[in-house]
């Protein structure tokens, strides 16, 4: 018999209301995450032969995601093992929110939906091979778990649809669906055409039961789009052109307060990478501008009317940061005291207040803006600790 458990309260079905409004969280099955295996790992913030390992996982795997206001959430190491945490005020201080049932050195992916609700998946490791998955609603307080049919393919890759009604990217760009809150699960097959050998990466969905799934294609850049909360899906070929054997990195597109809706594709080629904006309208997409940057890992946030982007490569020792108030239409580079090496994540607000997040000395780093050109570095100031955050439920 399979059943789902939750920490911290008892069992709810997840509301229509809330999975339509807040989008987006996956089911699993019935294991607690509690009774599944800990598997062996490198520790984040270790030292010796483990920090090139650590830093690779911190990379990958550290997140910070402003949802609203001044509300936000970050997945970091917090020694040895990760932690979840919740902002209220715009960085200044944290709660640890982190789902209590499994080891979590192997780093977890965050999918930050509303001010409220939020799921993380566990990162496999080791001989593991399915990702545990917690889901809350409640800022925190309690976490619904359970475990995918495989492992997620990283951070933004769960969404619901409403009800019991579960949608998960799985690593190797599988698409899964539940219709029974993760009892069981079905593939979903994505439309192809347009000649776009693409593989999905992330999810999101918006007002009025619109939803993307990003994409990495070869050749060209697209989205899949679906306009009744995941029902169908079709895929939309996006205005760049890219060479026949370059991939292109889509984001799901998002709403800014200007109206538009705007995609980011990251396509690299000579000189470094090339950040597209594509924006939505009169039922078409169009490139609204681009900005080449460093070659190397490139992170990317938008909210509001403002879209910033920052590479991580380039053999620079310190951070720049390119930011448009337009929409992505036009470019200005601002520079930062923030070494390059230590960033992992970026966020902004639709205020202006952005966060970055890396590793200092092998330890969480956070630089908080209230305008761009003025970044601070502080610490992640801690409350409510859970003491562990793993181990069995």
């Avoid at 206001?69 to 945490?85: D, K, M, S, Y």
């Avoid at 780093?107 to 998955?133: E, K, N």
């Avoid at 219709?179 to 999101?204: I, K, M, Y």
């Avoid at 310190?318 to 239409?329: F, Y």
């Amino acid at each position: 018999m399979t059943r789902r458990r939750t920490f911290g309260g008892s069992p709810r079905r997840l509301s229509g209301a809330a999975a339509v409004a807040a989008l987006a969280v996956l089911g699993g099955f019935a294991l607690a995450v509690g009774r599944l295996p800990r598997p062996p790992g490198a520790a984040p913030g270790g030292a010796g032969r483990q920090v090139s390992t650590a830093r690779r996982l911190a990379l990958v795997a550290e997140t910070v995601a402003l949802t609203g206001g001044e509300t936000g959430w970050a997945t970091l190491p917090a020694g040895p093992f990760w932690r979840v945490v919740r902002t209220t005020d715009g960085g200044r201080s944290w709660r640890d929110v982190t789902p209590v049932g499994a080891a979590t050195d192997g780093g977890l992916d965050l999918s930050a939906i509303t001010p409220a609700v939020a799921a993380v998946a566990y990162r496999p490791d080791g001989y593991a091979r399915r990702s545990a998955f917690a889901v809350t609603e409640d800022a925190g307080a309690r976490w619904t778990v359970g475990v995918l049919p495989g492992a997620a393919a990283g951070p933004a890759s769960m969404a619901v649809l409403g009800g019991d009604r579960l949608l998960a990217i799985l690593g190797g760009g599988r698409v899964v669906v539940s219709r029974d809150g993760g009892a069981s699960w079905s593939p979903l097959h994505l439309p192809r055409g347009h000649g776009l050998p693409c593989r999905p990466l992330t999810v999101r969905f918006g007002p009025r039961a619109a939803g993307w799934i990003g994409a990495a294609c070869r050749g060209r850049a697209a989205v899949w789009a679906t306009t009744d909360a995941g029902a169908s899906w079709r895929l939309e070929p996006l205005p760049l052109e890219v060479a026949t054997r370059t991939r292109s990195t889509t984001s799901v597109p998002q709403p800014l307060t200007t109206g538009a809706i705007v995609a980011t594709a990251l396509a690299s080629g000579t000189g470094g990478q090339q950040l597209t904006v594509l924006r939505w309208g009169g039922g078409r997409w169009r490139r609204a501008g681009a900005v080449r940057l460093a070659r190397g890992p490139v992170v990317s946030a938008a909210a509001g009317a403002q879209v910033w982007a920052a590479s991580l490569g380039g053999g620079v020792d310190r951070l720049s940061l390119e930011r448009s108030r337009d929409g992505g239409a036009r470019w200005r580079q601002v520079a930062t005291t923030i070494p390059s090496a230590e960033t992992a994540a970026l966020s902004v607000a639709a205020s202006g207040l952005g966060l970055l997040v890396g590793e200092g000395d092998h330890q969480p780093r956070l630089w908080r803006s209230g305008r761009v050109a003025a970044w601070r570095s502080q610490p992640f100031v801690l409350k409510g600790i859970r003491i562990p955050p793993y181990g069995q439920a």
